[in-house]
């Protein structure tokens, strides 16, 4: 009675398991797993992935793509020097103010400041794109199911559309982004930035370095957690060990 | 004085004034317990340092995060980026969270597999069970603070329920709200509430261990400690053995803070609550998955629905069979009336409990999926099974079970599995030298 209770338990739960993760991949198409520098259990970022990953936003996302929460400082931690950072900076304008006089007043952006957003506000970035809303970047990763993968997969995944799907006027076909229709023309083409290390600039390499970017934007702390994680479960392993023989020890008198 | 138990005259001064030693002494080092608890009593303790840890990584938190809706998903991002070691305290509460209702709901079903609510702990089990609510109001007004998509979405789902309730129902979610959508005075009183509620789960955690220490822990046997042969000081047996399963705890635990500390969150909460934008699919955090289940099972055209269609909407059924579902555990130690507590000499209570298990995580799993068939219908069965344990099972069990013979103390069993008789012959209590 028992044996035959539990083994219709289980092929229960094995039968909604398995149909739950059919139904899963009937949703939308998986992202294709890339190769991340940053993942794993002593994953870092590739600083030259990383550097020329900000090149590619710098050149081509940020047209319309704000990053807002990074600080030009951060770019130091990817291995940018504080010169290297000054002149970034520099190249673009914020408002600051008021000055003595009570007026606001334009000024080359320093180390200290936010990424200057390419639009003020929602409504000047819908104005601009078509009635659509480019998202802010800073958090992509993080914020999509697939993260990296999935930024990666939609970046390459621009098609032509089937014969018999109709795109609304001004989008593109795209084989990963939700109902395949998208606001954003394919944003990379072949050679589009032209890297100072002399990589060659392929869309998927391109797609492959402003992901890695974009990861390290959405995760600056994910070297420190992972080394410092290293170091503490190691921590715990051994202690927890020691705690085992402290309790065979003390145990041993009842035993 | 002279005569206190304690040696040092510091200790001895004090505790003649305030007995804090003697209360130490006697709950912890003397305080007897079973002696054959196994590794699944160790979540009590568990959670009980669970709760600390969130409470000082929620009150450091609380420094840092700004509870307003244009600035509270920033501040929360400021913490991960500016604030010192801000990243690992978020990560510890967000997935501290989480540990913490697994160790909970462990703690609960250990408690009903091995009888620990039956006489003379029901009050005992009845405080843990208020514990569970609190904890989970805790967590809901806590995932609201982020203001992302999901604390924005979650909240104007989970108050929305109330307006269920006939007549009163509308005001009661105004009042919630503060307003006439979940807004800034919604996130103000959340915040507020998320700080207090943990300091009442301190106090109840304290009664539920009162209650605790007045008969003692329950045991793997189910049958009271009749001599000082069966049980052993608390100090240092289990507090050795609480620090081992700590370690263990602990390793899991940081492996997903370090490693995966998203893995139990949900992607949309990293967007900004936007009123305007509605996701796709609604889901609330894991744990609350199965409740989530059960409450959206009540359709208009749900079998479980009919018989009491007449009285109430499907609306106020589901959020009544919700509340219900942990209701239920309130009556538990009557409705349960075998004179046997332990499983392990009760063969179809055993399975009947097994099954409950897996229809829980069926539940948890339709919580997650979208409300369409074959999940809406694989949650009903699944919600009329859960109340069928507990209303009609359970109580029929105590009635038709035939339970197996229960050794005649907790020493026997285990003297028999091949302690020297020496140790049976004293009648002194286990003592540490």
């Known amino acids: 009675m028992r044996k035959y209770l539990i083994s219709v338990a289980a092929a229960v739960s094995v039968a909604v398991l398995a149909s739950s993760s059919a139904m899963a991949a009937g949703d939308a198409i998986k992202p294709p797993k890339q190769n991340w520098s940053f993942s794993g259990l002593f994953g870092t970022f590739d600083r030259g992935s990383v550097q020329r990953g900000f090149q590619v936003y710098n050149e081509v996302c940020s047209a319309c793509h704000s990053v807002r929460l990074l600080a030009y400082r951060n770019l130091m931690d990817i291995g940018f020097t504080e010169d290297q950072v000054k002149k970034i900076a520099a190249a673009k304008e914020v408002t600051d103010g008021p000055n003595d006089e009570g007026e606001m007043f334009q000024r080359p952006a320093r180390p200290s400041d936010r990424f200057v957003k390419p639009f003020p506000n929602e409504q000047a970035a819908r104005a601009g794109n078509n009635g659509a809303f480019p998202p802010d970047l800073t958090l992509m990763t993080k914020a999509r199911v697939g993260g990296a993968n999935y930024l990666h997969a939609l970046l390459t995944g621009y098609k032509q559309p089937p014969k018999d799907k109709k795109l609304a006027e001004g989008m593109s076909y795209n084989l990963y982004f939700a109902g395949n229709q998208i606001a954003m023309a394919p944003p990379l083409s072949e050679g589009g930035v032209e890297y100072a290390d002399k990589t060659k600039a392929t869309v998927s390499q391109m797609a492959h370095d402003v992901t890695t970017f974009l990861a390290w934007a959405a995760e600056p702390e994910l070297e420190w957690r992972k080394r410092m994680g290293v170091k503490v479960i190691l921590f715990l392993l051994i202690l927890t060990g020691m705690l085992y023989g402290v309790k065979r020890k003390v145990w041993s008198d009842l035993h | ?433």
């Open chain 2, 1 to 433: 004085m002279s005569d206190s138990k304690f040696k040092n005259p510091i200790v001895a001064w004090i505790d003649y004034r305030l007995p804090v030693f003697s209360f130490m002494e006697h709950e912890l080092h003397e305080y007897p317990t079973p002696k054959n608890l196994n590794y699944w009593w160790n979540f009590g303790s568990l959670a009980g340092i669970i709760l600390v840890i969130m409470i000082v990584t929620g009150i450091v938190l609380a420094m840092h995060y700004t509870a307003h809706t244009a600035f509270a998903f920033d501040s929360v991002e400021r913490i991960m980026r500016d604030v010192n070691y801000g990243w690992l305290i978020r990560y510890v509460h967000m997935n501290g969270a989480s540990a913490f209702f697994i160790v909970v709901f462990i703690h609960i079903f250990r408690g009903m597999y091995f009888g620990s609510y039956k006489s003379p702990r029901e009050i005992l089990w009845i405080l843990g069970v208020v514990i569970l609510l609190i904890m989970m109001a805790t967590a809901f007004l806590g995932y609201v603070l982020p203001w992302g998509q999901m604390s924005f979405w979650g909240a104007t789902v989970i108050t929305n329920l109330f307006s269920a309730i006939p007549i009163v129902g509308d005001s009661i979610v105004t009042l919630l709200w503060g307003g006439f959508s979940v807004d800034n005075p919604t996130l103000n009183r959340f915040f507020s509430l998320h700080y207090l509620l943990p300091f009442v789960l301190v106090g109840i955690v304290v009664l539920h261990i009162v209650a605790l220490h007045q008969h003692g822990s329950n045991n793997p046997i189910g049958i009271d400690t009749k001599s000082p042969q069966d049980t052993i000081p608390f100090h240092p047996y289990y507090t050795v053995k609480d620090l081992f399963g700590l370690g263990v705890f602990l390793i899991l635990f940081f492996g997903f803070v370090f490693f995966a500390p998203n893995f139990l969150g949900h992607p949309d909460n990293y967007i900004e609550a936007n009123p305007l934008v509605t996701p796709p699919h609604i889901v609330p955090e894991w744990y609350f998955l199965p409740f989530y289940a059960i409450l959206r099972s009540f359709t208009a055209d749900a079998l479980i629905y009919l018989p009491i269609s007449w009285l109430m909407s499907a609306k106020l059924a589901g959020v009544l069979a919700m509340f219900a579902s942990i209701m239920v555990l309130f009556i538990l130690p009557w409705l349960d009336h075998s004179p046997v507590k332990s499983a392990r000499f009760r063969p179809l209570y055993k399975q009947f409990f097994w099954l409950l298990i897996i229809d829980c995580i069926i539940l948890g799993i339709c919580g997650a999926k979208p409300a369409e068939a074959p999940w809406t219908y694989i949650a009903q069965a699944a919600t009329a099974y859960y109340f069928l344990h507990f209303i009609v099972i359970i109580p029929l069990l105590g009635f038709f079970e035939k339970t197996k013979p229960l050794p005649t103390s907790i020493s026997e069993p285990v003297l028999k599995g091949g302690g020297g008789s020496s140790s049976a012959a004293s009648t002194k209590p286990m003592e540490k030298a």
